[in-house]
Nanobody
Framework: QVQLVESGGGSVQAGGSLRLSCAAS????????MGWFRQAPGKERERVAS???????VYADSVKGRFTISKDNAKNTLYLQMRSLKPEDTAMYYC???????????????WGQGTQVTVSS
């Protein structure tokens, strides 16, 4: 069955870094759009970054220049390198996979269970 398992979340101080990982299985990883979304309490789930099957990546304006999405097709693993973290980056971060795209929650076919990122000032 399909599994997306995130890891790497935690608590850091502002300005710090974290690297999230998402181990995928049960679907053709290399052909899917893969993305990271986040959701803070009381807010809607928002796309952080997406990487398409051709390697093209797209970022939310709020994280451009600070976050980097990447994937290893041989390992079926998605990554999100987060640098210069801010308190407003605090949220549950979700790994997502979409067969036709992953720019919005509606386009996503599969979700991970989430990993918490907390940034203190």
């Amino acid at each position: 069955q399909v599994q997306l398992v995130e890891s790497g979340g935690g608590s850091v101080q502002a300005g710090g870094s974290l690297r999230l990982s998402c181990a995928a299985s049960g679907f053709p990883f290399s052909t899917y759009c893969m993305g990271w979304f986040r959701q803070a309490p009381g807010k809607e789930r928002e796309r952080v970054a997406s990487i398409y099957s051709d390697g093209t990546s797209v970022y939310a304006d709020s994280v451009k220049g600070r976050f980097t999405i990447s994937k290893d097709n041989a390992k079926n693993t998605l990554y999100l390198q987060m640098r210069s973290l801010k308190p407003e980056d605090t949220a549950m971060y979700y790994c997502a996979a979409g067969s036709w795209g992953c720019d919005t929650p509606h386009a996503v076919n599969f979700w991970g269970q989430g990993t918490q990122v907390t940034v203190s000032s």
